[in-house]
Nanobody, 116 residues
Framework: QVQLAESGGGLVQAGGSLRLACTYS????????MGWYRQAPGKQRELVAT??????TNYADSLKGRFTISRDSRSTVTLQMNSLKPEDTAVYYC???????????WGQGTQVTVSS
């Protein structure tokens, strides 16, 4: 079982920055992919960015250059969001997937609101 703890998020003006963090806890470490997805009201959940245990990253094309994902430690992933826009407003969900078996886990979500 994997537990995900999210932090960060909140309200920011357009052009501002926010930093999200997600830490996972599990009894047994295994290679994995972690990252963030987001869901805006009335829209489907979409990829923001992911990063593997080996630090390989994948970004939504529209967010490249503004968002940066990194692993601060083996169990913590951060998402630095710069030059935020009102359309970035969404609930951001931490994501974890084991390499072996592909089991997925989701955080509870953290609200990001960008005012114009």
């Amino acid at each position: 079982q994997v537990q995900l703890a999210e932090s960060g998020g909140g309200l920011v003006q357009a052009g501002g920055s926010l930093r999200l963090a997600c830490t996972y806890s599990t009894s047994v470490f295994s290679s994995n992919t972690m990252g963030w997805y987001r869901q805006a009201p009335g829209k489907q959940r979409e990829l923001v960015a992911t990063i593997t245990s080996g630090h390989n990253t994948n970004y939504a094309d529209s967010l490249k250059g503004r968002f940066t994902i990194s692993r601060d430690s083996r169990s913590t992933v951060t998402l630095q969001m710069n030059s935020l826009k009102p359309e970035d407003t969404a609930v951001y969900y931490c994501y974890f997937r084991r390499l072996a078996g592909g089991t997925e886990y989701w955080g509870q979500g953290t609200q990001v609101t960008v005012s114009s």
